[in-house]
């Protein structure tokens, strides 16, 4: 049975943003390799999650970084204490679907970002490819 749980996306905020000068021309048929990194960050009281997405672009053999930005996306989750784990309250154990939502809809945002600050850029073309948010390693969120 899947219960439904509702949440809302309430913030996103820019971490960091940056484009390494050095790259002014790169070949036009640069291919870029992107280094996905999400990490969750939990509140509970506040019933707050925020997933932080950081993605390094770099050069196809990953010796050169052309850029990198980071973000997190705000979550309000209704009732997160009722996802508490039993053996450690400071964990949380939520359903496998509701991360990969969650996960989804950060790439997704990051993508957009992305694709606004490196506009006009070394890095224009250079557009975080869609990637299932599930291929993704589950670790358990902390406060």
Do not use: W
Request: glycine share 2%; aromatic share 6%.
């Amino acid at each position: 049975m899947n219960k439904e749980i509702k949440f809302q996306i309430t913030n996103i905020d820019l971490l960091e943003a940056t484009l390494n000068p050095q790259n002014k021309s790169l070949e036009e048929n640069q291919v870029f390799n992107y280094d996905i990194n999400l990490e969750h960050k939990i509140n509970i009281p506040e019933q707050v999650l925020i997933v932080i997405c950081q993605v390094m672009i770099t050069s196809e053999n990953k010796q050169e970084i052309f850029g990198k930005y980071k973000a997190g996306c705000v979550f309000q989750i209704e009732n997160l204490e009722n996802f508490k784990s039993k053996e450690d309250e400071n964990k949380l154990d939520l359903p496998n679907n509701l991360i990969v939502t969650l996960n989804s809809v950060s790439i997704s945002t990051i993508r957009g970002m992305m694709a606004n600050f490196y506009r006009g850029t070394s890095l224009h073309n250079a557009i975080l490819p869609i990637i299932n948010p599930a291929s993704f390693s589950k670790e358990s969120a902390k406060n």
